[in-house]
């Protein structure tokens, strides 16, 4: 699986934007981007995740580059809640050994009112 | 649907006693997972079960056995605990997608373990 690397921490206004980038230059073709988030004490939620298009669901968006070398999370009006550690995370298509996720750092998310 | 349950959600246990984290998911899912989550870091993987009667080694499985005891239950035992193992414990299932991309995984709310 390809390595990412994400910053450890960024601040947020509440109501704006926060977007979080990630670098995964060694991503493969066939390596799906995938964000979890994890709000404090408790397990992580999984949030989107996307190949080569942009993706957007009710949470968040992602914008991935043409290269696939970096990926962009996007939450579009940051609120108190979203306070967490995000986590960027390449994964290969199925196999049979399950799909296991692996977790780096991520970047710990702090909104501010 | 209450999701992925996990039982206890605290223990204390002392040097070399044993015991059994209990995880349950009311999803119908195949695949489940058992991670660890120490102070500051990101989860890493214990074992897993792609399915039903399967059980595989994850990351860091020393220390640790595991039983899946049928679709809903995937339990993580600890036969003589350490205090390296002094952690959070977190269960997950999910439901791969043949041929596609993998699912989400839906985690349950942790198991917090401090071996003294």
């Known amino acids: 699986d390809a390595k990412t690397t994400q910053p450890p921490s960024m601040d947020c206004a509440e109501g704006r934007a926060a977007n979080l980038p990630c670098n995964h230059s060694?991503?493969?073709?066939?390596?799906?981007v995938y964000w979890y988030r994890q709000i404090h004490s408790q397990g992580p939620q999984y949030i989107i995740h996307?190949?080569?298009n942009n993706e957007t669901n009710e949470m968040a968006s992602l914008i991935i580059t043409e290269d696939r070398k970096s990926s962009t999370l996007i939450l579009p009006h940051a609120t108190l809640r979203d306070t967490a550690v995000y986590y960027c995370?390449?994964?290969?298509?199925?196999?049979?050994?399950?799909?296991?996720?692996?977790f780096g750092g991520g970047t710990r998310l702090m909104v501010k009112p | 649907n209450a999701g992925v349950t996990q039982t206890p959600k605290f223990q204390v246990l002392k040097t070399g006693q044993s015991m059994t984290l209990q995880c349950a998911q009311d999803?119908?899912?195949?695949?489940m997972y058992w991670y660890r989550q120490d102070p500051g870091m990101g989860l890493r993987l214990i074992y897993y079960?792609?399915?039903?009667?399967?059980?595989d080694k994850g990351e860091v499985p020393n220390g640790y056995n595991v039983s899946r005891l049928n679709k809903r239950e995937f339990s993580l035992r600890l036969e003589s605990a350490a205090p390296s193992q002094t952690s959070v414990y977190f269960c997950?299932?999910?439901?791969?997608?043949?041929?596609?991309?993998?699912?989400?995984?839906?985690f349950g709310p942790g198991t917090r373990l401090t071996v003294l």
């Open positions: 995370i390449v994964r290969a298509l199925l196999n049979n050994a399950g799909n296991m996720l692996t």
């Open positions: 996307g190949l080569k």
């Open positions: 999803m119908n899912h195949n695949s």
């Open positions: 060694t991503i493969s073709g066939n390596e799906y």
């Open positions: 079960s792609a399915s039903e009667g399967t059980t």
């Open positions: 997950a299932s999910s439901e791969p997608l043949a041929g596609g991309p993998y699912n989400e995984q839906f």
